[in-house]
């Protein structure tokens, strides 16, 4: 499941190959074409992630809500802009799919020296969702939510949802965080995957900044200090920095330059305790447990986190 990190990149992507730029919007599946119709022809003129929602601004108007969830993805294609000197452009994310060729510019996943094919290519499977420029396309399959909204309705569902450090004021994101999370009795380890309580966080982000607390994960929020809540919000902001910047969830500090490559190439090297269940903690040597609360995989070190 993309983590915030990955939805504010998306949101970057269509800053800046969409927005400005009128688009051509269609259904090929057929689920959503009566929403297509809504936006098509318009010109983009906000792109916006909260948490794990992307939102998309139309011109007079209407906005889709989409929500990737567990096998959703974007793929994108065409002449994309890069988000900086150096940066590759996006190409695909969300649930990995092994069937399409994405194409963007010369950056293919498994196909680096794909040859640029014709633009736009045509749809391939269920895409729900294309939207269409003269030089870029976007193709959504498999969302959870692919909705048209007004501005008082995306109004009402970002402020249902908890801070995203990267949406608003900062300081007072860790206010509502605070909260949100001080006066539950509920498992922290819960209450950071609330989307109520905090915006972005998932199953791989929720381990590790446990860990990096060394906070048990039973601990319900009730009974945390407040400065230690407060730690996890700031740290959350860290961490989705680094996410966004990189695209990788790296959530070990201070890795020297080999370390670094190491990790940015191979998931395993990148985290304290998420998938590392039975391996050895790396600060204690405890092997990692996972169980299992509230139906999602959760790691920990029970020696380091007690
Ligand atoms: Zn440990």
């Not at 860790?174 to 498992?187: F, G, K, Q, T």
């Not at 209450?191 to 994960?217: C, H, K, T, W």
Request: net charge neutral; with cysteine; hydrophobic share 40%.
């Amino acid at each position: 499941v993309p983590e915030g990190h990955s939805v504010h990149r998306i949101a970057q992507q269509f800053g800046r190959s969409f927005v400005g730029r009128a688009v051509r919007a269609s259904s090929p599946q057929g689920r959503f074409a009566a929403g297509a119709q809504v936006i098509d022809g318009r010109t983009m003129t906000a792109a916006r992630a909260v948490g794990k929602q992307l939102f998309l601004e139309f011109d007079g108007g209407p906005w889709v809500r989409i929500h990737l969830g567990i096998y959703g993805a974007w793929d994108f294609a065409g002449d994309l802009a890069a988000s900086s000197p150096g940066s590759k452009p996006l190409a695909s994310i969300g649930a990995p799919r092994r069937t399409r060729v994405r194409m963007a510019e010369r950056e293919v996943e498994g196909c680096p020296d794909a040859e640029l094919e014709a633009f736009p290519l045509e749809p391939v499977g269920q895409v729900r969702l294309r939207l269409l420029t003269e030089k870029a396309v976007a193709d959504l399959r498999g969302p959870t939510t692919c909705e048209v909204l007004d501005a008082a309705e995306v109004e009402r569902v970002v402020q249902s949802l908890g801070p995203d450090p990267l949406v608003g004021d900062v300081a007072a994101g860790e206010e509502r965080m605070l909260e949100r999370i001080c006066a539950r009795r509920v498992p922290i380890s819960l209450l950071l995957m609330d989307q109520s309580v905090v915006s972005g966080i998932g199953n791989v982000y929720r381990a590790e900044i446990l860990f990096r607390a060394r906070l048990d994960p039973h601990a319900l929020g009730a009974t945390l200090p407040e400065e230690v809540i407060r730690g996890l919000w700031r740290d959350w902001c860290h961490l989705l920095t680094i996410g966004v910047a990189t695209g990788h969830m790296l959530t070990i500090d201070d890795l020297d330059d080999d370390a670094y490559e190491r990790a940015l190439r191979d998931p395993a090297e990148r985290h304290w305790v998420y998938k590392r269940e039975g391996l050895p903690c790396r600060i204690c040597g405890t092997h990692i447990v996972m169980e299992l609360a509230a139906a999602r995989k959760l790691y920990y070190c029970p020696n380091c986190q007690s």
